[in-house]
């Protein structure tokens, strides 16, 4: 399959806890990218992360990327309510154009 | 950025009918892009929608079942024809950010056939 995995496939921690998704993928790509979908609305993009580069940081959002494992990883720190919703990585494989999405994460964040 | 709306948001229709999903931004973008995500899934891309050309579909998707329409660089249509149950999903459309590697997505369309 093209789609990436991500673990865990649901996520269930208290507000103040730091959370870490996972995303592992099969084939190069150019950057890969964490997009957030509130009860199955649309997607808001998150962060990007380049193939060259290893971490990023946006706010409470710590992103690295490890393409010899061919994976990445989504922290987010000190969890609000708020931040309950669905997580997915996404990718641009090298040579294309388009986004792949993987499985996606369930996040549940208790008050 | 972008604004994007669709319409509807969401429509309960009966097996064998067709529902057309409209997707509006407020800038004139050049790709246009169609997505499916059935319950509990992840996004699958279903075409790419081109002013001026016809769309670009992806494996297992064709231009029958889903025809789209780009009249022009702010607007297009995704139709799903001939409706069964396992076409319920939500329907999202998106458009690039300032390149194509990142992108801004519609509200979403929540389509239910029975």
């Known amino acids: 399959s093209q789609q990436g995995e991500e673990d865990p496939q649901a996520l269930s921690i208290q507000e103040g806890e730091n959370a870490t998704m996972n995303c592992s993928y099969k084939?190069?790509?150019?950057?890969l990218q964490w997009y957030r979908q509130n009860s199955g609305r649309g997607l808001v993009h998150l962060i990007l992360?380049?193939?060259?580069?290893r971490e990023k940081h946006s706010g409470r959002l710590r992103v690295t990327l490890d393409t010899s494992k061919k994976s990445s990883s989504l922290l987010i720190t000190a969890s609000r309510a708020a931040d309950t919703a669905s997580y997915f990585c996404?990718?641009?494989?090298?040579?294309?154009?388009?986004?792949?999405f993987g499985t996606g994460t369930r996040l549940l964040v208790s008050p | 950025s972008a604004v994007i709306s669709q319409k509807p948001s969401r429509d309960i229709c009966q097996r064998g009918t067709s529902l057309t999903i409209q997707c509006q931004v407020d800038?004139?973008?050049?790709?246009m892009f169609w997505y499916r995500q059935q319950p509990g899934q992840s996004l699958t891309l279903i075409a790419t929608?081109?002013?001026?050309?016809?769309?670009?579909?992806e494996s297992g998707f064709v231009i029958d079942k889903f025809p789209i329409s780009r009249p022009n660089l702010t607007f297009s249509t995704l139709t799903v024809s001939n409706m069964s149950p396992e076409d319920s999903s939500i329907y999202l459309c998106?458009?690039?950010?300032?390149?194509?590697?990142?992108?801004?997505f519609g509200p979403g369309t929540r389509l239910l056939v029975l």
């Open positions: 998106s458009v690039p950010l300032e390149s194509v590697e990142t992108q801004y």
């Open positions: 084939t190069s790509i150019n950057n």
């Open positions: 992360i380049r193939s060259n580069e």
């Open positions: 996404a990718r641009v494989n090298t040579g294309f154009q388009k986004l792949v």
């Open positions: 800038s004139q973008v050049t790709m």
């Open positions: 929608a081109n002013q001026g050309s016809e769309a670009t579909y």
